[in-house]
């Protein structure tokens, strides 16, 4: 078990290093788009010593590399800044409201927590769809239940998102309105209403990430099919779904995991659409907002938080993938 | 009629390739009573695995019985439903496989895919057939019989596994097992005791069995009859007895003749002259663990010089110091008299041209994208300069030389050729280097024994025309009979014996040469009989050598 701990630390390293890799293109990135906050908050009129002053008050003016390294610096201190459209209040009001200043992260928190949710509700349904149905198209591989399978989830994956939102509107509130079709959630509501209405969306993000969870499932399962040790299951006399879960499945783990977690990944960072169709109040619609406004310490942390959710998720796949091979879990 | 257990009448089996169905076996008829255990030997190609499962009523993909009835106990299995036939096989008809390292499932422990069986067949309760299980371990005679099961299959080593694989087959004591090729996979030594645990165990609980296998001697100790398959026909089939001493077909007769070939002694090494190549006092190591120690052995010119051990005894390692693939640790390796640079990265084209190898797996060390004269060609460009036109004719020469015919050869990939083909090609893409020296790796090792022999007769006038050295890896006693002018035995990383060839097999000999040598199976059928009545069971196989 040391060599586990050994690897996991090992890649957790790793996970941090490529971080700061992503940090440093990230801000590179945002610094590159163009215009900036105080040109668009400012609008057409703006007079250049208007623009200047709150550039100078924003650091706007300050080298890359300083304004990197300030900003570094303080995420690693826990602290992503404050908004530019909170600042702003401030010094132009000339009325600070004492301490209670917002932060970056008192602006994304509630927001994160409310994809993790959705992405929670998604994974919650996906993730058994997706691997039941890949046990059972492998055990019926090539019947008519298969290819009606492969069909369908295909077609879902290769449809555009908003295009599977609205077709579920259109079925499941519109002609049939079994759910709200605007999941605008807040902090306060009851468990079973928020789920009610994130159900819409969380069904859109299913169809969107099963088909290649199923694929996977499937082809890993079938890839081991020919191997001796399947041969020697049936000839056991085991039943095929026996020989599928019990001898097949745990060794098609690995691949299996991996894809999960790329989409457990795709279900907090991709969601930006769907939230968008649903009005749904997750971290994807406060990304698109502070990139409209240019607002750069948030859209800097949305980026880094989408990064470390890629990273962490391909850690955890990396280390299960190990722990689910016997050879590592149990050495000679 | 009643007495007998599996009949099967007029089988025929087609596979398929190139969407048409070819046949595979054209008609086999097989009895076999209670109790009585039928060996079916042939080359690979022969059908007998086939027909090994097509007795459990099973076909692999892309394979189906055309025609025939296989009937276990009065149920025609062919035409019996997925459920009646689930029903027999693991209860009353079982399988032993070939490789149990890669028969037994990586992702459980062994004593839960021994229970599997009974439990999934309602036959005994998880506890009971636990038990059970231990019990047929210690008559398998497995250390720790209590303990072993609850290792997961990469923790046992590959005699063992065999045997927990033969207990699993017994765990609800079927009427018939297939043992297909079960010992091939394994050192002599621990053949023999596999081979003396599968006989015994079958022995008691009076179980029928089909032996598969092409090793000749391994079935005369395991069989009442024996069925000899050829291209999917049979031969004949007859008692053992009947069938060692008097085969009446040809290509039996050819079969049992194999083992003759053995080249004339050639005489005495000149001490003076310089040998080509001189291991001298080589210790090597596997990043930290040293896996060679103190080895040093010399090749003389025009000599076949046979490197003999068990898995692990270092016989690979030495020949990978030699050509600098690992560069030894202590110790140095000499060409002609002079100290070549460790690593093969150190050394200029002539001197890796003088040392070239040929590989056991002849399938996996052919590029199956290069055409055979693309193979070939290679080397020839690469040391020799040559291009086009000479190269060709060059590749052409090599062709003729290993005895296939360049013009039909030439543009063909590596898989439009037998297995015999592509060893040849291995020697050509070797002599292509024009090389003083070759390390032959178990070459013959995956091929059946009529072809192996093709392959011996091929490397040794080889030898004779062009004055080349061999270094020459086996475990294989028979093969070190027919071809080798000096022995070297090792074991665990170090040499226990050399000398001439004659005086290795002349006693007497270091221990573990000797146990080596008993432990090679003979055609005698009353062979493995005698050893243990004269050895005792535990002076056999890995216990024996554990001894040492």
Request: glycine share 8%; aromatic share 6%; proline share 5%.
């Amino acid at each position: 078990m040391a060599g586990l701990l050994g690897i996991i630390l090992q890649r957790l390293l790793l996970g941090i290093a490529t971080l700061f890799a992503v940090s440093i293109i990230i801000f590179v990135a945002v610094n590159a788009l163009p215009g900036d906050f105080a040109q668009s908050i400012l609008g057409q009129g703006a007079t250049p010593e208007a623009v200047e002053a709150i550039r100078n008050q924003l650091g706007l003016n300050e080298s890359p590399p300083t304004r990197y390294f300030k900003w570094l610096l303080g995420a690693v201190q826990g602290d992503l800044g404050i908004p530019m459209s909170q600042a702003l209040f401030q010094s132009f009001t000339g009325s600070s409201t004492g301490g209670d200043v917002v932060t970056v992260f008192d602006q994304i928190i509630p927001r994160l927590k409310n994809t993790m949710f959705l992405a929670g509700v998604s994974a919650a349904i996906s993730v058994p769809l997706a691997v039941t149905l890949g046990i059972l198209t492998a055990l019926y591989r090539n019947t008519a239940f298969d290819k009606a399978m492969n069909v369908s989830t295909l077609s879902a994956i290769s449809s555009p998102e908003f295009f599977l939102a609205y077709i579920l509107i259109l079925f499941l509130a519109v002609l049939n309105p079994v759910f709200p079709s605007l999941s605008n959630i807040f902090p306060g509501m009851e468990f079973s209403d928020r789920l009610n209405k994130t159900m819409l969306p969380a069904l859109t993000l299913t169809l969107a990430v099963t088909a290649q969870m199923m694929r996977m499932t499937r082809a890993a399962i079938i890839n081991l099919l020919a191997s001796p040790y399947i041969e020697m299951a049936r000839l056991k006399g085991l039943s095929p779904m026996r020989v599928i879960v019990k001898h097949a499945l745990p060794n098609a783990l690995a691949p299996i995991i991996t894809v999960v977690a790329l989409n457990l990944a795709y279900l907090v960072t991709g969601v930006v659409v769907v939230e968008v169709v649903f009005v749904y109040p997750g971290i994807g619609q406060l990304f698109v907002d502070s990139v409209k406004i240019r607002d750069i310490p948030v859209v800097q942390a949305c980026c880094l938080i989408f990064a470390a959710v890629y990273i962490l998720l391909n850690l955890t796949a990396d280390v299960l993938s190990i722990i689910s091979n016997p050879r590592l879990r149990h050495p000679k | 009629m009643s007495d007998l257990l599996l009949k099967i009448r007029g089988l025929k089996i087609e596979g398929r390739s190139d969407e048409t169905w070819n046949p595979i076996i054209n008609g086999i008829d097989v009895d076999l009573k209670k109790g009585e255990v039928l060996g079916m030997i042939g080359e690979s190609g022969a059908g007998k695995s086939t027909v090994g499962l097509a007795a459990m009523g099973y076909t692999r993909d892309g394979v189906r019985i055309s025609e025939g009835s296989v009937e276990f106990d009065g149920v025609d299995l062919v035409k019996a439903s997925a459920a009646v036939k689930r029903a027999l096989l693991g209860k009353r008809i079982a399988y032993v496989a070939q490789s149990a390292a890669a028969s037994f499932n990586p992702a459980h422990k062994l004593i839960d895919q021994h229970t599997e069986g009974p439990v999934q067949h309602g036959v005994s309760s998880r506890g009971e057939s636990e038990l059970d299980g231990i019990e047929l371990y210690r008559r398998l005679r497995l250390p720790n019989p209590e303990e072993i099961g609850f290792r997961y299959p990469h923790q046992v080593s590959g005699g063992q596994l065999q045997r927990a694989m033969t207990a699993m087959a017994m765990a609800c004591r079927p009427d018939l097992i297939i043992f297909d090729e079960p010992t091939t996979a394994l050192d002599v030594t621990t053949q023999i005791e596999v081979l003396a645990s599968i006989r015994d165990i079958v022995e008691q609980f009076d179980t029928a069995a089909i032996y598969i296998t092409h090793d000749l001697a391994v079935v005369a100790q395991m069989a009442d009859k024996i069925k000899v398959l050829l291209k999917g026909d049979e031969v004949e089939e007859a008692d053992t007895r009947t069938m060692l001493t008097a085969p009446t077909e040809d290509y039996t007769k050819s079969l049992w003749a194999v083992r003759s070939f053995e080249r004339p002694a050639k005489p005495a090494i000149n001490v003076n002259a310089t040998p080509v190549v001189s291991v001298r006092n080589v210790t090597a190591a596997y990043g930290t663990v040293d896996v060679l120690h103190d080895v040093s052995f010399d090749i003389h010119a025009g000599r076949t010089v046979a490197v003999v051990g068990e898995s692990g005894s270092g016989k690979s390692t030495a020949a990978r110091c030699i050509t600098g693939l690992l560069p030894p640790r202590i110790g140095h390796i000499e060409f002609d008299g002079q100290q070549l640079p460790l690593s093969y990265k150190q050394r200029d084209k002539s001197q890796l041209r003088q040392a070239q190898m040929i590989y056991q797996m002849a399938d996996t060390a052919l590029n199956p994208r290069k055409s055979i004269g693309e193979t070939i060609g290679r080397p020839v460009e690469f040391y020799m300069g040559l291009k086009g036109r000479e190269k060709r004719k060059r590749v052409e020469e090599l062709l003729a030389e290993i005895e296939l015919e360049p013009t039909e050869y030439f543009n063909r990939l590596p898989s439009e050729l037998s297995g015999g083909q592509k060893q040849r090609i291995g020697i050509a893409r070797a002599l292509a280097a024009e090389p003083q020296f070759i390390i032959c790796d178990e070459v013959t090792s995956a091929l059946d024994q009529l072809v192996a022999e093709g392959i011996l007769r091929l490397l040794a006038k080889l030898q004779d025309e062009l004055g080349l050295s061999y270094m020459f890896i086996t475990h294989d006693l028979a093969t070190v009979r027919s071809i080798a002018d000096e022995v070297v035995v090792m074991k665990d990383g170090e040499v226990v014996e050399q000398g001439p060839k004659k005086e290795m097999f002349k006693p007497p000999h270091h221990a573990y040469t000797d146990l080596l040598l008993s432990s090679v199976p003979e055609m005698d059928p009353d062979w493995l009989t005698n050893l243990l009545q004269e050895r005792g069971v535990d002076n056999i196989g890995d216990a024996a050598v554990d001894k040492m």
